[in-house]
């Protein structure tokens, strides 16, 4: 069965300062991970995803993850916060057969301080 | 651009209604999905189907079922709304591919209470 953790529900920065959001996930078969980012009162989009091509993967608006199989995680991370990047962050692992199923994590809220 | 609509943003129905949340996909996707969002326990998957009239059921299909007469349309039905009902309610699609790394597309949401 695949799992994803997310450590801290709620997560605050200084403008400028590092973003990390804390994934850990749980995979009987090698791991497909996604971020998803959901802005207020929109659905969800794809920030990055890892497929295995590559360990630490680029995605929009200048986040990254890195992908360590020695410490099960999959951390988010932006090197300066911006107010734009203030959302609800969800880790996600797809699962293996058919149907492209997923599972999310319970989310991180991101508040970005002036 | 991948475009998944939602009928309503906001739903406001009564315990005991019979309920019809739609989705429609513009981008010719096989795989659709109805997952419900509640604060602290994340996206959790209702329904998915993977091609017309094939559906198979998620984590927590109890209380709902799902219509997918079309291919670019895809039905979540609340047979008789009861207030632990009250939800954002997202649907998704993805590519055909088959592929473990497909992307899945979101729509805005409904927020639905059930009073």
């Known amino acids: 069965a695949q799992s994803v953790t997310q450590l801290g529900s709620h997560v605050s920065v200084s403008e400028g300062a590092l973003v990390l959001l804390r994934c850990n996930y749980s995979?009987?078969?090698?791991?497909?991970l996604f971020w998803y980012v959901q802005y207020p009162n929109q659905g969800l989009q794809l920030l990055l995803k890892y497929t295995s091509a590559a360990t630490l993967v680029k995605g929009i608006n200048g986040f990254e993850a890195e992908f360590k199989k020695s410490e099960t995680s999959f951390h988010l991370t932006k090197p300066s916060a911006h107010m734009s990047d203030a959302a609800e962050y969800f880790c996600?692992?797809?699962?293996?057969?058919?149907?492209?199923?997923?599972?999310f994590g319970t989310g991180t809220k991101l508040q970005v301080i002036p | 651009d991948v475009k998944v609509t939602q009928s309503s943003r906001y739903l406001v129905k009564r315990t005991g209604e019979k309920v019809f949340l739609e989705c429609v996909q513009d981008m010719d996707h096989e795989n659709m999905f109805w997952y419900r969002q509640d604060p602290g326990l994340g996206l959790r998957l209702i329904y998915f189907s993977y091609d017309v009239k094939m559906k198979e059921k998620g984590d927590i299909p109890e209380g709902y079922s799902v219509s997918r007469e079309k291919k670019e349309r895809f039905s979540l039905i609340l047979e008789s709304a009861s207030t632990n009902q009250t939800s954002m309610y997202l649907c998704a699609s993805s590519p055909p591919k088959g592929d473990r790394t497909d992307t899945q597309y979101f729509g805005p949401g409904t927020r639905l209470t059930v009073l």
């Open positions: 996600a692992v797809s699962h293996s057969g058919g149907y492209q199923k997923v599972t």
């Open positions: 995979s009987s078969v090698p791991p497909y």
